[in-house]
Nanobody
Framework: QVQLVESGGGLVQAGESLRLYCKASGRLLGINTMRWYRQPPGKQRELVATITRGGTQSYVDSVKGRFTISRDNTKNSASLQMNSLKPEDTAVYYC?????????WGQGTQVTVAS
């Protein structure tokens, strides 16, 4: 049983920072690509950032230069450093991982940015 658990969400003011953390546990046969998605209120879920096992990163245009995705393969974890947060970053953020060619999701963590 594989489980992804996110943490680090909360309420911040515009311009402040948050760091999200995702920890994978269970029967891990090799974690490939890890991703962070978000779902703003009343909107569809969107891909925010991706990092391959080798460390190659990609971002949606709206967060480039503000967000940084990273991972620690020794700890089966990934992080999302979010700087200069804006009210439009308010969403539930989800961790996603490709593990042994199966897709796994965390339960989500709420990020709220007040103006």
């Amino acid at each position: 049983q594989v489980q992804l658990v996110e943490s680090g969400g909360g309420l911040v003011q515009a311009g402040e920072s948050l760091r999200l953390y995702c920890k994978a546990s269970g029967r891990l046969l090799g974690i490939n690509t890890m991703r962070w998605y978000r779902q703003p209120p009343g909107k569809q879920r969107e891909l925010v950032a991706t990092i391959t096992r080798g460390g190659t990163q990609s971002y949606v245009d709206s967060v480039k230069g503000r967000f940084t995705i990273s991972r620690d393969n020794t700890k089966n974890s990934a992080s999302l450093q979010m700087n200069s947060l804006k009210p439009e970053d308010t969403a539930v953020y989800y961790c996603n991982a490709d593990i042994a060619n199966r897709d796994y999701w965390g339960q989500g963590t709420q990020v709220t940015v007040a103006s």
